[in-house]
């Protein structure tokens, strides 16, 4: 177990350091220069120059990214270009916010799905098992901007029950800004119930089929017991395991929520540096999303072969 | 196949936009282009079924003939990305050793970034242009459909018939392209069709963010994106029936993929 | 004679020659009250006395001042305002967001107005010697920082010279240009300056004024950390700045001038408009930095909100590479001009809150511009016969390139539709902005290199600089590649022209010269829009700025 964990750590440090090449490799053909995007098109070449020598942004490329990356390893994103200050805390903020977003999202997600999943399960075949089916499927593949637009309309803009901005009002508390939230995590909650729920559902068919459920339930064990115990239990891996292979998906579909409802999140802070050929920022901001999604895939297959025994060995790459 | 009753309702749906989309022109009562700017951002009427946009266009009109570019940007991105990703797929399935090692964590490396952050690098970088969109989801494709293939093709390639091509002497482009691919060519074309869902999704989505297709076009994608700054201020239909028209198309790709997937994996 | 031609006689011989040239102009009826007090006020007379003089002449009015009525102080107002780009540094900072930060703080040695009219803040009044190559300046005595030291010639000399100075990445270098060098600002006491230009320039004081974004006065030993303190003369001083969030500014007790009615400001970043138009209908906040007509129609309908429109020359150029086909006959460029319908433009894209536009930097708004020059109005059949003329009778293929920025894509498919009309097909390339501009050098931008382009200009006091690097023969932003030695000649003669008759003279030759050659087109000039609740007074409506210190609620 530990030679596969370091395995698998050693393989994700090779990733993360060809996606930062991949950035810097990017960061490069982007228009403009970082001096050119802070003094805007008007300014004089010549003040532009002065501005790059300032940055470090005219030295050669090899020496920038050594530069960068020697700090990076030693824990220090640099400064951002633009802002002339740290990157670390402008990324903490914005992934913070992410997070916090996608956080809600599961917390809404999560039971209702996996109650919709078992639902289903035990009256599969008949309608409700067929609607809850078809339901999913069809909003897994909505994209999030579209369901969210017609969210906005009716919740918003119609019943005005819910905040249109994903943002809370300064000095608006933290109940304030989980209530701006309810709605930007809609679309996200849309899109993942059908792919827990369906999981969920063979789950719940699988374990209802299975020999120990017969057993207990004609050792006179309550069916409802039986169900909680052993149902649920199996309907909660193929979640872990969507959370794992999902990370990926939900931070993309994040950056669109973000445009949508102009929330400050990672997204938002990774277009912002890409435009303004804010390097430190976007790799730094790259980066945490990669490692992000690194961790979260690592985590859930720990936790799902804890969870497991039978892939425990099977587990190999 | 088409006995299903969810494929025939997909075949019907994309049928109907692609008869919009080629022949909608004919039958629109305005021209999707045409501004008016003395009756811009008119609520639904009898005279305008859907109502007009901020250039006073005529939005049911702009609907019919809005699909014409998402139907053709997310077929050549797919064939893009499908062509790509089994190249790659068999290349590191075939040899593995080091060139699958190397080639497999630039497949994770880029798997590690979400399409939505690919595409603003990437059309910040090119430009925003069809061309642009098409490379950017064709790019984010090709790892994805790698690995399929790769996972496949590392099954096939300890099979008999592979080491006795090896043992006729055969080239290794002949063994991968005439003897491995039709063999893992059902797994191929259940992804591409598969993708090719995730392609509309992913062009109607680049195109909200504002970064592909270029105006006039009366793009969904586009449409919600110019005008969805204006909900608020109570002109819902200059969204509204974009929105819906995405559903439709997308829902119906999908009923699609779900039946080629069950036939050829049946 | 009466008593006030008596006065004004009086005031005649204590003046120079350019100050008596404009009381010519007004007694013989050339310009009228608005024009005067405006042009006066650029030669450095005060006010008072230019409203006394108007007043002898047209009769009393209300004085500018007695218009902003004193109101309740001690409110708390919060403005919502564009997420500055990047630190906030006076050297550097250039867009809209980060430049509206330094008004609370900071000040210009002048000001230009509603209308146009430059006001006297930290210097107290200006003079030109005889051709307007010299300006004096006389500062306030009373002035000190939020630190506690004094101001003086140095601190003004410093501020200047730190913009002027080609070794320093600043902003502002751009707008020194060709006017005056770092070195040529020579202390003459310690509230007195002398400004030795590089060549003569009858509107200077424009380019002090708070036209030249940048220029607030900062103390000589500056050191570049700006966000700590936001130092400055200015009626507020700094409470918080979090970057990326918001800055809070607080009455500061120790202002020379008025004290500020509000007690607090409070701006709010916001990454769009249309998240602060949001936080304006929800509350949020009080007042919003300008917006774009375009995203901002809610706000129209919203009886809890009024929006101030204020006349300004912000608008779109459309350049034409002069230089290449299919533009390179000047017949091709008006014929596309030409297909243009301007009232409907302005119609249908602002709702009327703008003005038609003639093809040249000169709004009707300036007083220099001259009015008798005719309109050119949509002709499709003189266009197509221009066409015909140019051989290209069957029309053309050509992209239009631009930048996604307010209105500008609606306006670059409304161009494509009004030409389609004459058989020029154009196809459309909307870029981001940074791609548009890219490097912003020749042969390195979509700006300066398309042969079909569309770039916003901000507002600006005078035409000055609309006219000399986007139109001269070595202009650094020529996107239209416009070389035209009479052009450059007049806009020399014009820039130095120190009266209000020359300029006007010198205007309309250009005017018409531009229309002939038509490098530009100019299709509007809209109005600033500043949308704040309800029952908010005290803002000076003045394009480009949002001026705190007279806010209050009624």
Same mark, same amino acid.
């Given at each position: 177990?530990?030679?596969?964990?370091?395995?698998?750590?050693?393989?994700?440090?090779?990733? &993360?350091?060809?996606?930062?090449?991949?950035?810097?490799?990017?960061?490069?053909?982007?228009?403009?220069?970082?001096?050119?995007?802070?003094?805007?098109?008007?300014?004089?070449?010549?003040?532009?120059?002065?501005?790059?020598?300032?940055?470090?942004?005219?030295?050669?490329?090899?020496?920038?990214?050594?530069?960068?990356?020697?700090?990076?390893?030693?824990?220090?994103?640099?400064?951002?270009?633009?802002?002339?200050?740290?990157?670390?805390?402008?990324?903490?903020?914005?992934?913070?916010?992410?997070?916090?977003?996608?956080?809600?999202?599961?917390?809404?997600?999560?039971?209702?799905?996996?109650?919709?999943?078992?639902?289903?399960?035990?009256?599969?075949?008949?309608?409700?098992?067929?609607?809850?089916?078809?339901?999913? &499927?069809?909003?897994?593949?909505?994209?999030?901007?579209?369901?969210?637009?017609?969210?906005?309309?009716?919740?918003?803009?119609?019943?005005?029950?819910?905040?249109?901005?994903?943002?809370?009002?300064?000095?608006?508390?933290?109940?304030?800004?989980?209530?701006?939230?309810?709605?930007?995590?809609?679309?996200?909650?849309?899109?993942?119930?059908?792919?827990?729920?369906?999981?969920?559902?063979?789950?719940?068919?699988?374990?209802?089929?299975?020999?120990?459920? =017969?057993?207990?339930?004609?050792?006179?064990?309550? =069916? =409802?017991?039986?169900?909680?115990?052993?149902?649920?239990?199996?309907?909660?891996?193929?979640?872990?395991?969507?959370?794992?292979?999902?990370?990926?998906?939900?931070?993309?579909?994040?950056?669109?929520?973000?445009?949508?409802?102009?929330?400050?999140?990672?997204?938002?802070?990774?277009?912002?540096?890409?435009?303004?050929?804010?390097?430190?920022?976007?790799?730094?901001?790259?980066?945490?999303?990669?490692?992000?999604?690194?961790?979260?895939? &690592?985590?859930?297959?720990?936790?799902?072969?804890?969870?497991?025994?039978?892939?425990?060995?099977?587990?190999?790459? | 196949?088409?006995?299903?009753?969810?494929?025939? +309702?997909?075949?019907?749906?994309?049928?109907?936009?692609?008869?919009?989309?080629?022949?909608?022109?004919?039958?629109? !009562?305005?021209?999707?282009?045409?501004?008016?700017?003395?009756?811009?951002?008119?609520? !639904?009427?009898?005279?305008?079924?859907?109502?007009?946009?901020?250039?006073?266009?005529?939005?049911?009109?702009?609907?019919?003939?809005?699909?014409?570019?998402?139907?053709?940007?997310? !077929?050549?991105?797919?064939?893009?990305?499908?062509?790509?990703?089994?190249?790659?797929?068999?290349?590191?399935?075939?040899?593995?050793?080091?060139?699958?090692?190397?080639?497999?964590?630039?497949?994770?490396? +880029?798997?590690?970034?979400?399409?939505?952050?690919?595409?603003?690098?990437?059309?910040?970088?090119?430009?925003?242009?069809?061309?642009?969109?098409?490379?950017?989801?064709?790019?984010?494709?090709?790892?994805?459909?790698?690995?399929?293939?790769?996972?496949?093709?590392?099954?096939?390639?300890?099979?008999?018939?592979?080491?006795?091509?090896?043992?006729?002497?055969?080239?290794?482009?002949?063994?991968?392209? +005439?003897?491995?691919? !039709?063999?893992?060519?059902?797994?191929?074309?259940?992804?591409?069709?598969?993708?090719?869902?995730?392609?509309?999704?992913?062009?109607?989505?680049?195109?909200?963010?504002?970064?592909?297709?270029?105006?006039?076009?009366?793009?969904?994608?586009?449409?919600?994106?110019?005008?969805?700054?204006?909900?608020?201020?109570?002109?819902?239909?200059?969204?509204?029936?974009?929105?819906?028209?995405?559903?439709?198309?997308?829902?119906?790709?999908?009923?699609?993929?779900?039946?080629?997937?069950?036939?050829?994996?049946? | 004679?009466?008593?006030?031609?008596?006065?004004?006689?009086?005031?005649?011989?204590?003046?120079?020659?350019?100050?008596?040239?404009?009381?010519?102009?007004?007694?013989?009826?050339?310009?009228?009250?608005?024009?005067?007090?405006?042009?006066?006020?650029?030669?450095?007379?005060?006010?008072?006395?230019?409203?006394?003089?108007?007043?002898?002449?047209?009769?009393?009015?209300?004085?500018?001042?007695?218009?902003?009525?004193?109101?309740?102080?001690?409110?708390?107002?919060?403005?919502?305002?564009?997420?500055?780009?990047?630190?906030?540094?006076?050297?550097?900072?250039?867009?809209?967001?980060?430049?509206?930060?330094?008004?609370?703080?900071?000040?210009?040695?002048?000001?230009?107005?509603?209308?146009?009219?430059?006001?006297? $803040?930290?210097?107290?009044?200006?003079?030109?010697?005889?051709?307007?190559?010299?300006?004096?300046?006389?500062?306030?005595?009373?002035?000190?920082?939020?630190?506690?030291?004094?101001?003086?010639?140095?601190?003004?000399?410093?501020?200047?010279?730190?913009?002027?100075?080609?070794?320093?990445?600043?902003?502002?270098?751009?707008?020194?240009?060709?006017?005056?060098?770092?070195?040529?600002?020579?202390?003459?006491?310690?509230?007195?300056?002398?400004?030795?230009?590089?060549?003569?320039?009858?509107?200077?004081?424009?380019?002090?004024?708070?036209?030249?974004?940048?220029?607030?006065?900062?103390?000589?030993?500056?050191?570049?950390?700006?966000?700590?303190?936001?130092?400055?003369?200015?009626?507020?001083?700094?409470?918080?700045?979090?970057?990326?969030?918001?800055?809070?500014?607080?009455?500061?007790?120790?202002?020379? #001038?008025?004290?500020?009615?509000?007690?607090?400001?409070?701006?709010?970043?916001?990454?769009?408009?249309?998240?602060?138009?949001?936080?304006?209908?929800?509350?949020?906040?009080?007042?919003?930095?300008?917006?774009?007509?375009?995203?901002?129609?809610?706000?129209?309908?919203?009886?809890?909100?009024?929006?101030?429109?204020?006349?300004?020359?912000?608008? $779109?150029?459309?350049?034409?590479?002069?230089?290449?086909?299919?533009?390179?006959?000047?017949?091709?460029?008006?014929?596309?001009?030409?297909?243009?319908?301007?009232?409907?433009?302005?119609?249908?894209?602002?709702?009327?809150?703008?003005?038609?536009?003639?093809?040249?930097?000169?709004?009707?708004?300036?007083?220099?511009?001259?009015?008798?020059?005719? $309109?050119?109005?949509?002709?499709?059949?003189?266009?197509?016969?221009?066409?015909?003329?140019?051989?290209?009778?069957?029309?053309?293929?050509?992209?239009?390139?631009?930048?996604?920025?307010?209105?500008?894509?609606?306006?670059?498919?409304?161009?494509?539709?009004?030409?389609?009309?004459?058989?020029?097909?154009?196809?459309?390339?909307?870029?981001?902005?940074?791609?548009?501009?890219?490097?912003?050098?020749?042969?390195?931008?979509?700006?300066?290199?398309?042969?079909?382009?569309?770039?916003?200009?901000?507002?600006?006091?005078?035409?000055?600089?609309?006219?000399?690097?986007?139109?001269?023969?070595?202009?650094?932003?020529?996107?239209?590649?416009?070389?035209?030695?009479?052009?450059?000649?007049?806009?020399? $003669?014009?820039?130095?022209?120190?009266?209000?008759?020359?300029?006007?003279?010198?205007?309309?030759?250009?005017?018409?010269?531009?229309?002939?050659?038509?490098?530009?087109?100019?299709?509007?000039?809209?109005?600033?829009?500043?949308?704040?609740?309800? #029952?908010?007074?005290?803002?000076?409506?003045?394009?480009?700025?949002?001026?705190?210190? #007279?806010?209050?609620?009624?």
């Amino acid at each position: 177990m530990s030679r596969l964990l370091f395995k698998r750590l050693a393989l994700s440090f090779a990733t &993360l350091w060809i996606l930062s090449v991949l950035v810097f490799g990017a960061g490069q053909v982007l228009p403009g220069d970082p001096a050119r995007a802070i003094l805007g098109p008007l300014a004089e070449a010549r003040a532009v120059a002065v501005l790059n020598h300032q940055l470090g942004t005219d030295r050669p490329l090899l020496v920038q990214y050594w530069d960068w990356i020697s700090h990076f390893v030693r824990g220090d994103p640099g400064m951002s270009y633009a802002y002339r200050a740290p990157a670390g805390p402008f990324i903490a903020s914005a992934l913070g916010n992410s997070l916090l977003l996608g956080a809600v999202a599961f917390l809404i997600v999560v039971p209702l799905s996996l109650f919709g999943g078992v639902w289903a399960a035990l009256h599969a075949g008949r309608f409700v098992d067929r609607a809850i089916t078809l339901l999913g &499927l069809s909003a897994t593949v909505i994209p999030e901007f579209v369901s969210g637009i017609v969210l906005i309309l009716v919740f918003g803009v119609w019943l005005r029950w819910l905040p249109i901005s994903a943002t809370a009002p300064r000095g608006g508390g933290f109940g304030s800004q989980l209530f701006h939230l309810i709605l930007p995590s809609m679309p996200l909650v849309l899109v993942l119930f059908g792919y827990i729920a369906r999981m969920a559902r063979a789950g719940t068919v699988e374990a209802l089929a299975a020999e120990y459920t =017969r057993t207990a339930v004609l050792k006179g064990l309550p =069916r =409802r017991d039986v169900l909680f115990r052993h149902v649920l239990r199996n309907a909660l891996l193929p979640t872990i395991a969507v959370i794992g292979t999902q990370t990926g998906y939900l931070i993309g579909g994040l950056v669109v929520i973000e445009v949508l409802f102009r929330y400050q999140g990672i997204g938002t802070l990774i277009y912002t540096a890409a435009r303004a050929k804010d390097f430190p920022l976007l790799e730094a901001g790259v980066l945490s999303v990669g490692i992000v999604y690194t961790l979260a895939t &690592l985590i859930a297959d720990l936790l799902y072969a804890a969870l497991n025994p039978r892939v425990r060995f099977g587990a190999g790459e | 196949m088409l006995r299903s009753r969810g494929v025939l +309702v997909g075949v019907t749906i994309i049928g109907f936009w692609i008869v919009c989309a080629l022949a909608g022109n004919a039958f629109v !009562p305005y021209d999707p282009y045409a501004d008016d700017l003395l009756a811009t951002l008119q609520p !639904p009427s009898a005279e305008h079924w859907f109502g007009t946009d901020q250039l006073g266009r005529d939005i049911f009109s702009r609907v019919i003939v809005g699909a014409r570019d998402i139907l053709t940007l997310a !077929p050549v991105a797919t064939l893009l990305g499908t062509l790509c990703g089994t190249t790659l797929g068999l290349v590191t399935g075939y040899f593995r050793g080091v060139v699958d090692d190397v080639l497999s964590r630039v497949i994770d490396a +880029v798997l590690a970034l979400p399409l939505v952050i690919i595409a603003l690098l990437a059309l910040v970088a090119l430009g925003p242009s069809n061309l642009t969109i098409i490379v950017v989801i064709g790019f984010a494709f090709t790892p994805i459909v790698a690995r399929t293939v790769r996972a496949a093709v590392l099954n096939e390639a300890q099979l008999d018939y592979v080491a006795a091509a090896r043992l006729r002497d055969e080239t290794a482009v002949h063994i991968m392209v +005439v003897e491995i691919l !039709p063999n893992v060519i059902s797994p191929v074309l259940v992804e591409s069709t598969v993708r090719l869902g995730y392609a509309i999704f992913a062009v109607a989505t680049l195109s909200f963010i504002g970064f592909g297709i270029q105006p006039p076009s009366a793009d969904w994608g586009l449409g919600i994106s110019e005008n969805y700054g204006l909900i608020t201020g109570g002109f819902w239909w200059t969204v509204l029936f974009d929105a819906l028209a995405i559903v439709s198309l997308v829902v119906g790709v999908n009923l699609l993929a779900d039946g080629v997937r069950e036939t050829l994996e049946a | 004679m009466s008593k006030d031609r008596k006065r004004l006689d009086a005031v005649r011989r204590d003046v120079g020659v350019l100050e008596n040239d404009l009381f010519d102009e007004l007694l013989s009826g050339c310009i009228g009250r608005r024009d005067f007090m405006r042009h006066g006020s650029v030669l450095g007379l005060s006010l008072p006395l230019l409203g006394g003089i108007a007043g002898a002449v047209f009769g009393p009015t209300l004085s500018p001042r007695r218009a902003m009525a004193a109101g309740t102080p001690g409110a708390t107002i919060r403005i919502g305002i564009g997420q500055p780009a990047g630190a906030i540094d006076p050297v550097t900072i250039a867009d809209n967001g980060g430049l509206v930060l330094l008004e609370p703080t900071g000040e210009f040695l002048c000001r230009t107005g509603p209308d146009l009219v430059l006001q006297p $803040q930290l210097a107290e009044s200006w003079r030109p010697n005889t051709d307007g190559s010299v300006w004096t300046f006389k500062l306030r005595q009373d002035v000190t920082f939020q630190n506690g030291r004094k101001m003086t010639a140095d601190d003004v000399i410093a501020s200047i010279d730190r913009m002027a100075d080609p070794k320093n990445s600043a902003n502002a270098l751009s707008a020194f240009k060709g006017i005056l060098q770092k070195g040529n600002s020579r202390k003459i006491d310690d509230h007195t300056v002398e400004f030795h230009l590089d060549a003569p320039n009858g509107n200077f004081p424009y380019v002090l004024s708070t036209d030249n974004y940048n220029l607030v006065i900062l103390p000589a030993d500056y050191a570049g950390d700006y966000e700590k303190t936001f130092i400055g003369t200015g009626p507020f001083k700094l409470e918080k700045f979090t970057p990326k969030v918001g800055a809070s500014f607080v009455r500061n007790p120790n202002y020379w #001038g008025k004290p500020a009615l509000p007690e607090r400001l409070e701006y709010s970043f916001f990454g769009d408009q249309q998240s602060q138009v949001l936080a304006l209908q929800g509350g949020d906040v009080d007042v919003l930095q300008q917006v774009a007509f375009k995203g901002a129609q809610a706000l129209f309908n919203d009886p809890n909100i009024d929006v101030m429109s204020i006349k300004s020359v912000s608008h $779109q150029q459309v350049h034409m590479r002069t230089d290449m086909a299919p533009f390179q006959d000047k017949r091709v460029r008006r014929a596309l001009a030409l297909t243009l319908d301007r009232k409907k433009l302005v119609a249908g894209l602002f709702n009327g809150r703008a003005s038609i536009g003639n093809d040249t930097p000169f709004a009707a708004l300036f007083p220099s511009s001259d009015p008798t020059v005719p $309109q050119r109005e949509q002709n499709l059949a003189e266009a197509k016969q221009l066409l015909e003329a140019a051989g290209v009778g069957k029309g053309f293929d050509v992209k239009l390139t631009t930048e996604r920025y307010m209105e500008i894509p609606d306006y670059a498919v409304l161009l494509q539709n009004f030409a389609k009309a004459v058989g020029i097909n154009i196809a459309l390339n909307v870029e981001d902005q940074n791609a548009y501009y890219g490097k912003a050098v020749f042969g390195q931008s979509d700006w300066l290199d398309s042969v079909l382009g569309i770039t916003d200009y901000g507002h600006r006091g005078v035409p000055n600089v609309f006219l000399s690097a986007p139109l001269t023969s070595d202009g650094t932003w020529n996107s239209a590649h416009f070389k035209n030695p009479t052009y450059d000649k007049l806009v020399a $003669q014009y820039i130095a022209s120190p009266d209000l008759g020359g300029q006007r003279a010198i205007a309309g030759q250009i005017q018409r010269l531009l229309l002939d050659e038509t490098p530009l087109i100019v299709g509007y000039f809209f109005d600033e829009l500043v949308p704040m609740r309800k #029952g908010l007074a005290g803002i000076p409506p003045i394009a480009n700025r949002l001026f705190m210190e #007279g806010a209050h609620f009624t």
